[in-house]
Nanobody, 115 residues
Framework: QVQLVESGGGVVQPGGSLRLSCAAS????????MDWYRQAPGKQRELVAT???????NYADSVKGRFTISRDNAKNTVYLQMNSLKPEDTAVYYC?????????WGQGTQVTVSS
């Protein structure tokens, strides 16, 4: 059974940095996209960044220039480097893998940006 395990969340001051990781346990074939979503209290889950196979990436406007998504295909792992964090980045962050036949979600990791 495949599980996505996230790590790297925590509490950071405004302007600080965090790096999230999400690794798949078990075998997943043909992952064509790896995403990071986030959900703040009282808000809908939103797509933050996507890494497609072939190295193309997309970002939400709110994080462009501050966040960087990267992946290690050999390890079925995706990362999210978050710099210049703002209080409005506070949310639970979820990783999401897409294959041809199904999709997988991580359990979420809390990121809190507060002074």
């Amino acid at each position: 059974q495949v599980q996505l395990v996230e790590s790297g969340g925590g509490v950071v001051q405004p302007g600080g940095s965090l790096r999230l990781s999400c690794a798949a346990s078990g075998s997943i074939f043909t992952i064509y996209a790896m995403d990071w979503y986030r959900q703040a209290p009282g808000k809908q889950r939103e797509l933050v960044a996507t890494s497609f196979s072939g190295d193309r990436t997309n970002y939400a406007d709110s994080v462009k220039g501050r966040f960087t998504i990267s992946r290690d295909n050999a390890k079925n792992t995706v990362y999210l480097q978050m710099n210049s964090l703002k209080p409005e980045d506070t949310a639970v962050y979820y990783c999401h893998f897409r294959t041809v036949v199904r999709e997988f979600w991580g359990q979420g990791t809390q990121v809190t940006v507060s002074s």
